[in-house]
């Protein structure tokens, strides 16, 4: 089955950076779509941001917007999540998502990683 595992989690002061990233098994990485969402405490999980199948297109959600960046290395099936500029809600569990494809940008994912933690201290 499926598996997207993440790492590079942990504690950084606000305004420091911290690079996420999610390595995928078993699962044709060439042609799925990408994506991160969080959650934080008390919190319903929102949308991060995303990187299409071919790597030609990211999109953000505006809370990041600027200060995050998606890339992906399809020849060791990994996307990453480069996070600058960290605020304190920014705080949250990270995951990590995919989506069969080829396709254009969805709201839907087929497989979730278990998520790892980030926390930013003021």
């Known amino acids: 089955q499926v598996q997207l595992v993440e790492s590079g989690g942990g504690l950084v002061e606000a305004g420091g950076s911290l690079r996420l990233s999610c390595t995928a098994s078993r699962l044709s990485f060439v042609t799925s779509n990408m994506a991160w969402f969080r959650q934080a405490p008390g919190k319903e999980r929102e949308f991060v941001g995303a990187?299409?199948?071919?790597?030609?297109?990211?999109t953000y959600a505006d809370s990041v917007k600027g200060r995050f960046t998606i890339s992906r290395d399809d020849a060791k099936s990994t996307v990453s999540l480069a996070m600058t500029n960290l605020k304190v809600e920014d705080t949250a569990v990270y995951y990590c998502?995919?989506?069969?494809?080829?396709?254009?940008?969805?709201?839907?994912?087929?497989?979730w990683g278990q998520g790892t933690q980030v926390t930013v201290s003021s």
């Open positions: 990187i299409l199948w071919s790597g030609h297109a990211t």
């Open positions: 998502a995919a989506r069969r494809g080829p396709g254009p940008f969805s709201i839907s994912y087929d497989y």
